[in-house]
């Protein structure tokens, strides 16, 4: 005899079920989580760094590196700037997933840190579909990636709290057209904060941390 | 790329439910997929055909429903499905919008065999 069964039932509930652990994993720490995306070479971990610069005084923080490939490069750079950072190799994976972000979290020493980075992998189509259980998602564009990010790959841009406009540094040299890169963004998440800046010059760096602190400070009970 | 873990969860959810069923196997599987959930038919396919050998959906057949994507202006209140890019309010130009279908990704039901 032959049925129909109703499942109707979200396909990533299993994901967000743990995305919901790790999450409560965090708060129970203090620790706030901030998720970053970005496609390769947009300056996730140039702009981590400078993030760590401007907070060390203040806050310890903890990075957990998402790389597909078994390559520790990235960790190194966040433990050379004497924080604690956690590798995660996804084996060839183009996401980390709430599964890979657990393993991680067991490694970090979460009663040590106030701000946990976890730098997602490279790729503005996968990171968007897997929920990890941070509190807020930040994109970092770059102005060489071209001005239509944001039609191309709208997905990415629709759940985040930030957009960071990286390598600001380099507008006079390339046809990227600000505006046109900004209504996307408009179209796709008028809430977002739009931060303009370049790791290689400092510009508008101080700007991000600033809302980084006001968000932090919204998200940690004093 | 990530359609492989999207498929491994889409096979779990369904031997789950057939399970709870007794079926002894299951024939076709119904998901609903919305324009915006950047999942390839495919791929999904593909993959299913390998991983789903040797347990209860071997043979199943996938069917995809596919939602468009809706726009509802927050300015004037209008309501328009997106056709190709990004666009803001074809009535006023806002670009203050929300998305109010299009996102869908989910297991609607399976048929099974008991």
């Known amino acids: 005899m032959s049925k129909i069964v109703p499942v109707v039932q979200e396909i990533m509930s299993a994901n967000d079920s743990l995305a919901a652990q790790n999450r409560a994993k965090l708060d129970a720490a203090q620790v706030v989580g901030m998720n970053i995306m ?46 604690p950072a956690v590798q995660i190799n996804t084996g060839g994976n183009c996401h980390l997933d709430a599964v890979m972000l657990s393993g991680a979290l067991a490694q970090m020493p979460l009663d040590e840190i106030e701000l946990l980075i976890v730098e997602n992998v490279g790729n503005l189509i996968c990171p968007a579909s897997f929920t990890l259980g941070t509190h807020f998602n930040v994109v970092i564009a770059s102005v060489p990636e071209g001005d239509d990010k ?25 046809d990227f057209d600000l505006a046109y890169f900004r209504q996307g963004i408009e179209i796709l998440n008028p809430e977002a904060a739009f931060f303009p800046i370049s790791c290689k010059t400092g510009e508008g760096v101080a700007e991000w941390i600033e809302w980084l602190k006001v968000r932090m400070a919204s998200l940690r009970p004093a | 790329m990530h359609e492989l873990p999207i498929t491994e969860n889409i096979l779990d959810i369904a031997v789950t439910y057939a399970q709870q069923a007794s079926a002894k196997r299951v024939t076709a599987l119904h998901l609903v997929v919305g324009q915006l959930s950047s999942i390839v038919d495919d791929s999904i396919q593909f ?34 499905t997106l056709s190709r890019e990004l666009m803001v309010c074809p009535q006023c130009g806002s670009a203050r919008l929300k998305v ?15």
Request: net charge negative; aromatic share 8%; with cysteine.
């Open chain 1, 38 to 83: 970005a496609s390769p070479g947009a300056g996730k971990t140039s702009t981590i760094l400078r993030t760590i610069e401007a907070l060390a005084a203040d806050y310890r923080l903890g990075v957990v590196e998402g790389d597909t490939a078994n390559v520790t490069i990235d960790a190194d750079k966040v433990l050379a700037a004497g924080m």
């Open chain 1, 150 to 174: 944001p039609y191309k790959y709208p997905n990415i841009y629709r759940g985040i709290d930030a957009l960071i406009l990286n390598k600001m540094d380099l507008l006079p040299y390339i």
């Open chain 2, 47 to 80: 993959y299913w055909d390998i991983i789903s050998k040797d347990t209860l959906c071997a043979g199943a057949t996938l069917h995809f429903e596919r939602i468009p994507a809706r726009l509802e202006c927050q300015e004037c209140g209008h309501t328009y």
């Open chain 2, 100 to 114: 109010i279908a299009g996102e869908e990704f989910r297991l609607e039901s399976i048929e099974v065999e008991t």
